[in-house]
Structures are given as structure tokens and as C-alpha cells.
């Protein structure tokens, strides 16, 4: 795609998320003790069409309580988008949600998508700017948790921010507060962020959500190990690990892990990794940000809370047990 941005500012070109960055940090994560991967490497293209899946599950209240939330409030943060501003957004995926923000806000002159897979961006793009011929779109290509510099020729305009989809909880606590410093140092003072948090904390919801009956949640998570089998010459038999989703109460997160189910050994290149039975691979942390905790957090980062939104799940399978999504209008100082 000729009009891809590759964009990282303090990152050299050849650490663009693929297979040398993921052969390394997999080699890394998976020689301490516990074992962990990267959960950005989750989104091979496989990976991206599982996530858009997993959103579209009975029990995973996550997408369709925000998408509630938005069809609510997208005319009063369209509010707080200037006139000629560029919207970013941090890990666009499908851009299926910037679409409440897009068609609230005919202000808007340009549109810059990041994420770290090519193939999502490359879709996205080519639909956006089939829907909406008037707005210029440049996606760019980055791991969005470095540090970033837009392309010169968007200096001149105002900045807005969007970071739906409860992404913000794949961070700790620490990394999210470094996350939104440094993207209040990108968007500038005055610049607004429209952040996504989940904030449910129900473990009768986060179980099904994470552990889906079909089973398209533990495929997203095994599709890791298929990536390091196809791009690191590994030897994974996905037959002898399972999916497992832990609701860790006193760090208030869901944890994904992948499960070994014997004592094996298994190839990354030339280095041989060890499991014990029943030793796990740690993927993901998926935190679920109380509002008032969110909020601290932001404002040392830099940010003032203009406006806070919750919404509770409009179609709950089980009667007494909701998820709850927020949206924060957030305003850098």
C-alpha cells in the first residue's frame, strides 16, 4: 500500500512490529520466570479477524455496551472536536466504532489510523475513505506504545484523540499512565482524548467473555503460537496447550495464559525452551479501571477530566449480571 505510513519516532525502522521483533521479544518473554508473550503480537491478520469475532459474541459485552454508549453521546464529543481538526486514533483495528465519532463530526478534515498490523490498516483505510471521500485518511503503521511523530504536514492542525475499545486495561496501572503522558506530549495542550475503559468487575461476566463457549477466544490466543511455529521456525503442538482466563480479584485484571498440559520441550530457533505440566504461558492482562482510579491516573498524566459517561450492557445473558463501559472526555493541560 503506497500511502502507509511507517512511523515510529524512537524506534528504528527495522523493529516495525514482524517477525524479527516478535522472534525477539518471544525468546525474552519466554525464558523468565513466569513465562510471558507480548499480547501486541496477538494481531497477525488471523489474529485482527479472530479480535473482530470475538467483539461480535453473545458474551462478550465489551463492544456492543460501548457501541450503546457511543450512538449516546457521539454528538457531545463531536462537540469538543475543533473545526479542520485530524482524528487519531490509537490502535484502529477495523475502525467499526470511529465511524460514530466520523459521522457525528463533519469537521473533521483528515483521519490517521495506527496500528501495528498492516493488513487491518490497509482494509480499514480503503473502507473509510470509500465511505467518507471528503476526509483525507493516512494510516499509520506503528506499535502505538512508542513514542510517535505525525506526519509534518498534520503540525498545523488540531489534534484529537480516541482510544476506544477498553484497550487502555491491556496496560498496568504504570503503563497507562506512561501511555496517556505521552500522548498528551503528541495531541499538545488543549488537545482532547476520547478514552474507552472497562470498568466491569463482575467475575460471572468476565468468565463467558474470556472463555467464550465456541471457543473463538482460546483460537486467539493459540493463533500466538501458530504465528511463532510460521515466523520463528518453532515446533508449538497447539494440541498440548490450552487456553485458560484467570480472574485475578486483588489486581482487579482478567489474565489470559496459555496452558501446558505435559512436560515438553519445545524449539524457537536454535534455543530449546522448557515446560513443566501445567506451566503457563502469561499473554494478556485486560485491567478493568474504575472510574475515580482512571481518572487520578489521567490527571497525572497531564490530563483533565471533562466529562465522564457509564453505561451499563442493554442485552446481559444472565439476569443481576451487567457489564459497564466508560468513556472519558479527557482535555490535556
Given at each position: ?312 450492557d442493554p442485552a446481559p445473558l444472565s439476569p443481576g449480571h451487567a457489564g459497564t463501559f466508560c468513556t472519558y472526555l479527557l482535555e490535556g493541560?
Amino acid at each position: 500500500m503506497t500511502d502507509l505510513i511507517q512511523c515510529m519516532a524512537s524506534t528504528a525502522e527495522d523493529e516495525l512490529p514482524g517477525p524479527d521483533l516478535l522472534c525477539r521479544d518471544a525468546l525474552a518473554g519466554l525464558s523468565r520466570t513466569p513465562k510471558t508473550l507480548p499480547s501486541k503480537h496477538f494481531y497477525d491478520a488471523h489474529g485482527s479477524d479472530l479480535f473482530e469475532e470475538i467483539c461480535l459474541l453473545d458474551e462478550y459485552y465489551v463492544t456492543r455496551t460501548e457501541e450503546a454508549q457511543l450512538r449516546k453521546i457521539a454528538t457531545t464529543l463531536s462537540r469538543a472536536i475543533p473545526p479542520g481538526a485530524a482524528l487519531v486514533e490509537f490502535g484502529s483495528g477495523a475502525s467499526v466504532k470511529t465511524r460514530r465519532i466520523l459521522d457525528a463530526s463533519p469537521q473533521l478534515s483528515a483521519y490517521l489510523p495506527i496500528d501495528i498490523s498492516e493488513a487491518a490498516l490497509a482494509h480499514a483505510a480503503a473502507r473509510i475513505r470509500a465511505s467518507y471521500p471528503a476526509l483525507e485518511v493516512a494510516p499509520i503503521r506503528a506499535d502505538f506504545t512508542a513514542d510517535i511523530t505525525l506526519p509534518e504536514r498534520f503540525g498545523a492542525r488540531p489534534l484529537v484523540g480516541f482510544f476506544p475499545g477498553s484497550t487502555i486495561g491491556n496496560f498496568t496501572p504504570d503503563e497507562a499512565e506512561t501511555f496517556l503522558a505521552n500522548v498528551r506530549r503528541l495531541l499538545g495542550a488543549g488537545a482532547c482524548l476520547m478514552l474507552g475503559a472497562d470498568s466491569t468487575n463482575d467475575p460471572a461476566v468476565l468468565g463467558p467473555a474470556y472463555d467464550d463457549r465456541s471457543g473463538v477466544t482460546a483460537a486467539f490466543n493459540l493463533n500466538l503460537l501458530t504465528r511463532l511455529n510460521r515466523e520463528c521456525g518453532a515446533d508449538f503442538d497447539l494440541g498440548r496447550f490450552e487456553h485458560r482466563a484467570v480472574w485475578n480479584a486483588g489486581e482487579s485484571r482478567i489474565e489470559m495464559h496459555l496452558v501446558s498440559l505435559a512436560r515438553q520441550e519445545v524449539r524457537i530457533a536454535d534455543t530449546r525452551v522448557p515446560f513443566a505440566p501445567h506451566e503457563t504461558i502469561h499473554t494478556e492482562n485486560s485491567y478493568k479501571y474504575q472510574p475515580d482510579f482512571l481518572s487520578a491516573l489521567a490527571s497525572r498524566a497531564g490530563w483533565a477530566v471533562r466529562q465522564v459517561w457509564q453505561e451499563s450492557d442493554p442485552a446481559p445473558l444472565s439476569p443481576g449480571h451487567a457489564g459497564t463501559f466508560c468513556t472519558y472526555l479527557l482535555e490535556g493541560r
